[in-house]
């Protein structure tokens, strides 16, 4: 193993996650099996008085995980010093192959977490805990991915051996016949094409988004593109993006935007987008609740909150690629 | 007479290789600059001082690489990396001494391959401006064969980028 | 009005010291009545007061108050209601020393966010209810001893509660002082307002204007529920 602050940094804070969401399960399930407000024996007290703390700790572990996701990038972009060949995260990721399925688990997780820290916002705006199943349900479904995610970080930061030469990402994200993977898959789409329906797909969502907002119809829908935009955009910065950032016709890498002759502006992309897409799925997970009479004063507002702050973020994030595009050298 | 001859011809000889020994051969002009990048795979050639290759267009613009192999495989295919050029409009090519770390001409310059020092993007080709520093280190790091520039071809090229 | 079913409170669960302050307590207090828990020492009245007064929440059991379950609610929304509803007296005043009186009469309101400049009407409006306006700049170590209760009293009052609790209030006070405080307890009865007070002090739970007194012995309330 590696001994560096950030791969310390991050198997602590997976542990921490992993212990904190396995102890709240446990409660979870009680509360899922037991709970009845109306009731008053000790154990519905006991329940009440553990939830309120219980939810409190989520929150800030939770509020870990959305953080953990950039620092395990920041970790494999910290590390590729360390390893024949990679130039970037791309490369340090590829060192074993726990690097990518990490990064992937660690993504879905980022995206689970939020949509529990956004429903249990909205159960703490209710007086008579409205959600709070539904909250320990979806904990419960989080908390495998959660374990699967340390145990996959744990092996790729355990089995980190300096002594392997690595692909670069050039290759690794090259649009060539010969190369294989994903990522020269993605790599090899058509510029030009995938730069359009980026665009029409961007249009389409923040049409929907502001249509929901100002006429509150359409939620379910906006939830539906917010997801598939998130993965049109990811898609987009190998096929394109990448290329008016970095200047170079040929370099597809999303990695190496992260670095610091970037400006960083990979950190501001990527946190833009995956906020945007938090939000958006959150409207969907609070669509069904409208209509419990503790939450009625409270939710439609939140839910329209959410509504505008996923649009604002991915107009920010088209806007700034827009940016990137126009101010580039780079002529396709 | 004689005695007169050789030592005007020793004089001659002697006055030529002091004008001649400073300027060997258009000394590049190696200005790194933080932005610039190998245009092969988009590293920042600073990082990486002891492997610096460079290829000089006729129309005077300049690219850097972090190693010889990523030289060649601009070399061997222009225009991808570079739309609009094309290898015949090649003026200089130059790599790093691995020994001396300093810049020689790629053209007349021995390759090992085969060895185990890597370079920035792993398995690479380490030019020697001579065979007997490029046969010292064969034998030092295992290398495998020395090359010539001519001999390098794009099949070699991509028997380099493997894993181990 | 308040309703308590079936409260027990329990200190210290699952230790050896557990302690069982309140067992199986069924209690209506009536609204714009004046109630007197009466009991010895230990029998439990402070603990049932401060169920009732939603300082603590029970171990078992519900409390309902105006219909409202109140036991069950996250702790902002119960800290909002209580902040609202009860004005609190306690045996000692409980001023904060190194503020004016003033400032400590305006302290249970300053979380409501109301107009400063409102607030100190009010307060100087309260202070001169119970005759020291003219102590308000002053610091609360300068106070008597009645001057001290009155401006708790004051305190108790800024938020305009419906239900006054008091603990003991008459602890520390002597016998004219004593009658003071209950023709100030009249008053509260007189502008609607309930009135929950412990005491073991006969001046109190045998005042005219008690209109109910519940007996509390061990934890529980004598004469069975009401």
């Not at chain 1, 990490?102 to 703490?124: C, E, H, P, R, S």
């Not at chain 1, 409205?130 to 970080?153: H, M, R």
């Not at chain 2, 225009?79 to 007349?108: F, N, W």
């Not at chain 3, 004593?178 to 005042?207: N, Q, W």
Request: with cysteine; net charge neutral; proline share 4%.
């Amino acid at each position: 193993m590696i001994l560096h602050p950030t791969v310390i940094a991050n198997l602590l804070a997976s542990c921490i996650v992993s212990f904190m969401v396995l102890y709240a399960s446990y409660y979870g399930v009680q509360i899922l099996r037991h709970w009845d407000i109306r009731s008053g024996d000790e154990l519905q007290l006991i329940l009440e008085r553990k939830t309120y703390l219980i939810s409190t700790l989520l929150t800030f572990v939770f509020g870990l995980q959305l953080l953990s996701l950039f620092l395990y990038i920041f970790t494999a972009d910290v590390l590729c010093p360390l390893f024949v060949g990679a130039m970037c995260a791309a490369g340090t990721l590829n060192v074993n192959e726990f690097g990518y399925p990490t990064l992937v688990l660690k993504i879905i997780n980022f995206i689970l977490a939020g949509i529990w820290l956004v429903l249990n916002y909205a159960d703490n705006q209710g007086y008579d805990y409205p959600l709070i199943k539904i909250k320990y349900l979806l904990l419960v479904f989080i908390a495998p991915f959660i374990v699967l995610e340390t145990a996959l970080a744990s092996a790729y930061f355990l089995n980190m051996e300096a002594d392997v030469i690595t692909s670069c990402c050039g290759s690794l994200f090259s649009a060539e016949e010969t190369a294989a993977g994903l990522g020269s898959e993605i790599a090899a789409l058509p510029a030009r094409t995938m730069l359009w329906i980026f665009y029409l797909a961007m249009a389409c969502s923040l049409a929907a988004g502001i249509y929901f907002y100002l006429k509150g119809k359409g939620g379910y829908l906006y939830a539906l593109v917010s997801l598939l935009v998130f993965g049109i955009a990811l898609v987009s910065i190998v096929s394109f993006i990448s290329l008016y950032i970095y200047e170079l016709p040929t370099h597809h890498c999303p990695f190496c935007i992260i670095m610091e002759e970037y400006d960083y502006i990979g950190y501001l992309l990527y946190i833009l987008l995956f906020g945007a897409v938090v939000a958006g799925i959150g409207i969907g997970a609070l669509l069904p609740f409208r209509h419990v009479p503790s939450l009625q004063n409270v939710l439609g507002g939140f839910i329209r909150r959410l509504a505008l702050a996923s649009v604002v973020l991915y107009a920010a994030f088209t806007a700034l690629v827009t940016y990137e595009i126009i101010s580039s050298n780079l002529i396709m | 007479m004689k005695k007169y001859a050789r030592s005007m011809l020793r004089l001659v000889l002697l006055s030529l290789f002091f004008i001649m020994a400073p300027g060997h051969g258009g000394e590049p002009e190696v200005t790194i600059k933080k932005s610039d990048r190998c245009p092969v795979c988009g590293m920042f050639v600073y990082k990486y001082p002891k492997w610096v290759a460079q290829i000089v267009f006729q129309d005077g613009t300049a690219y850097f690489y972090d190693g010889a192999k990523d030289m060649f495989k601009h070399y061997f295919d222009t225009a991808k990396y570079t739309p609009g050029k094309s290898a015949q409009a090649i003026k200089d090519i130059y790599v790093t001494d691995y020994y001396e770390v300093e810049l020689i001409e790629a053209r007349s310059a021995f390759y090992v391959i085969g060895s185990d020092v890597l370079g920035p993007m792993g398995h690479e080709l380490l030019p020697f401006k001579d065979r007997e520093s490029a046969q010292e280190f064969l034998q030092d790091h295992k290398g495998r064969s020395i090359l010539r520039f001519q001999a390098v071809t794009p099949a070699l090229i991509q028997s380099l980028d493997r894993r181990s | 009005m308040i309703e308590l079913v079936n409260v027990r409170k329990v200190f210290n669960a699952g230790n050896p010291s557990e302690f069982s302050a309140l067992n199986s307590v069924n209690l209506t207090i009536a609204q714009n009545r004046v109630t007197v828990l009466k009991g010895p020492s230990g029998s439990g009245k402070t603990t049932l007061l401060s169920v009732i007064g939603c300082m603590s929440r029970p171990s078992a059991g519900r409390v309902h108050l105006n219909g409202r379950e109140i036991t069950s609610l996250p702790e902002r929304f119960l800290t909002d209601i209580r902040r609202k509803t009860f004005g609190f007296i306690f045996q000692q005043p409980n001023l904060i020393k190194g503020i004016s009186v003033l400032e400590n009469v305006m302290l249970p309101a300053y979380p409501l966010g109301e107009k400063r400049s409102q607030l100190k009407k009010k307060a100087m409006q309260g202070l001169a209810d119970l005759n020291i306006a003219g102590k308000s700049a002053s610091k609360v170590e300068w106070l008597s001893g009645g001057e001290a209760q009155r401006a708790s009293i004051v305190r108790a009052l800024i938020n305009d509660p419906a239900i006054i609790i008091a603990d003991e209030p008459t602890a520390h006070l002597d016998t004219t002082l004593s009658y003071r405080f209950m023709e100030i307890i009249e008053k509260f009865k007189a502008e609607g307002k309930t009135v929950i007070i412990t005491s073991h002090d006969p001046l109190v739970y045998e005042a005219a204007i008690v209109d109910r007194v519940v007996n509390l012995r061990d934890g529980r309330i004598e004469g069975g529920t009401a």
